[in-house]
């Protein structure tokens, strides 16, 4: 297994990823429409929308997975957001980096991943949306396209969660 590498602006990224407050978030139906609909869009049993934290993995939506975090030493989605690029794996038992990944020889059992960034600002990519299944498969560019485009959504989502906390934070410090 090859565990993700560090983006080089690592401090700055975390950094912005705290500012979000979105890790450990309740959760949100406008995050969990959008997992669920990538789950039906590209027929997969899992989708996930993850925020990569300095040691951990978390899903701040997720459908067909019951747990809510995995370490970032072997997550896939920690390889997007070392690269800031989309990633797809058509079956992870032949690929050096993820063959041996616990993942993969355990539940899930992951065979198929994509997965594509999420930036908040330009070369600040803090998760992914991302697509996993038990089978291995191939991933057209037409199905790369649909997904760039339900990544802007979430990337979108977060923004407008951004906007709530501030405004929440303007109507508080008016009460005080």
């Not at 500012?19 to 027929?43: H, K, V, W, Y």
Request: negative net charge.
């Amino acid at each position: 297994m090859i565990a993700p590498s560090m983006p080089g602006r690592e401090k700055e990224r975390l950094s912005a990823l705290q500012d979000l407050q979105l890790l450990d978030s309740n959760a949100d139906e406008g995050f969990d429409r959008l997992t669920e609909l990538a789950t039906q869009i590209f027929d997969v049993p899992i989708s996930l929308i993850t925020l990569i934290d300095e040691d951990r993995q978390w899903f701040k939506s997720r459908q067909g997975l019951s747990v809510c975090e995995t370490p970032r030493r072997i997550s896939f989605c920690g390889h997007v957001v070392a690269d800031g690029q989309p990633m797809v794996v058509n079956n992870a038992l032949r690929d050096p980096r993820f063959s041996d990944n616990p993942l993969v020889t355990g539940a899930p059992f992951i065979r198929f991943y994509a997965g594509y960034p999420l930036f908040v600002a330009p070369d600040i990519c803090v998760g992914t949306l991302c697509l996993i299944d038990t089978l291995p498969r191939t991933f057209e560019e037409t199905s790369m396209q649909r997904m760039k485009l339900l990544a802007a959504q979430a990337e979108e989502l977060i923004q407008l969660h951004v906007l709530r906390v501030r405004a929440n934070l303007r109507e508080v410090q008016a009460q005080a």
